[in-house]
């Protein structure tokens, strides 16, 4: 592999572990254990006391000191390190991209716009911190955060896909384009549908008046029925793909990530299930939203995958 391709996919790689720190913040109720941004407590380094913290400054800004936690604090700190390393990392995969702006000017677009996008969800958390985590702006946060994977995962396509080896059959590819097009629009769907459900046990998170943790999840209301309900036409949707795959003998790559596709999806359910009558235990909700990073990655893959097929085959002389 030359440089860019290692970059795309360290890149690609560290995003998703960003996604897995996040998801970390979120169940530990730490989204606020630094109140400000881009500070933390008035500091560009977390204090190792509250007496290092300046409180006129808290003063200004509205803080209450007795929000002050050095484990979420730590968390969220966290959090933004990794941030600011994937932002480095963003830009390096544009500066590595440059040299494809006539070979292959989409990398080079791919790359600049994951550099805009890099940015607008830096800038988003900035957001949620100073909104007091407001509901909206998280669920724009995640989902500016799957963008960003899925433009990173396209750049790395383009630049690895000579090494991945295509087996569809002329007769079929068109079909898989619609399928495989139709059933990330439905997982990115659920995926929103699981943002509501989050946002609404967040505020249970942040204090949850004396309820108990495994009762959350019956004052969640109508959107959580929609989002286990939805649940069946995934499954649907991923088994007739499945089915479609097999039925033409399609194997190789493209056959594998179809199988991986309906792994995660079970696992999904699974974990679902575990959060819905559990308890909502914090590895599982953890493990939830990793996989479903990991669901949007596969799936997206099929379209990209589907797509370069017709490419390859309407391009072929003869």
């Known amino acids: 592999m030359n440089t860019f391709q290692k970059t795309a996919i360290i890149t690609l ?127 724009l946060h995640m989902v500016s955060a799957m963008m960003l994977l899925c433009v990173l995962l396209y750049v790395t396509f383009l630049a690895v896909q000579s090494r991945v080896p295509l087996s569809i059959p002329n007769h079929i590819h068109r079909r898989l384009i619609h399928l495989s097009t139709l059933l990330f629009v439905i997982i990115a769907l659920q995926m929103l549908l699981g943002t509501q459900v989050r946002e609404a046990v967040d505020p249970y998170i942040k204090n949850n008046a004396g309820l108990d943790r495994s009762a959350w999840m019956t004052t969640i209301g109508w959107i959580d029925h929609i989002h286990r309900s939805f649940t069946w036409l995934v499954i649907a949707a991923v088994a007739f793909f499945v089915y479609t795959v097999y039925k033409h003998n399609i194997h190789g790559f493209f056959r594998t990530l179809t199988y991986t596709n309906i792994v995660l999806i079970i696992a999904q359910t699974i974990f679902g299930i575990l959060l819905a009558y559990g308890g909502l235990p914090h590895v599982f909700q953890v493990l939830h939203l990793f996989s479903a990073s990991l669901l949007i990655c596969a799936t997206f893959a099929l379209v990209l995958l589907s797509r370069q097929q017709v490419t390859d085959q309407t391009s072929t002389p003869g």
């Open 13 to 139: 790689i560290a995003t998703l572990i960003l996604i897995a720190v996040g998801s970390l913040v979120r169940v530990s109720g730490a989204g606020l254990g630094c109140p400000d941004w881009p500070r933390c407590w008035g500091c560009w380094f977390p204090p190792s006391s509250i007496e290092e913290i300046d409180a006129g400054y808290l003063k200004e800004k509205g803080i209450s000191i007795e929000d002050f936690n050095p484990t979420k604090m730590w968390i969220e700190y966290i959090n933004r390190l990794v941030g600011v390393t994937i932002g480095l990392l963003v830009l390096a995969t544009f500066f590595r991209a440059l040299p494809y702006r006539q070979t292959e000017p989409r990398i080079f677009w791919g790359a600049l716009l994951a550099v805009f996008l890099v940015g607008f969800s830096g800038w988003l958390g900035g957001q949620v911190v100073q909104s007091g985590l407001k509901p909206g702006m998280i669920t």
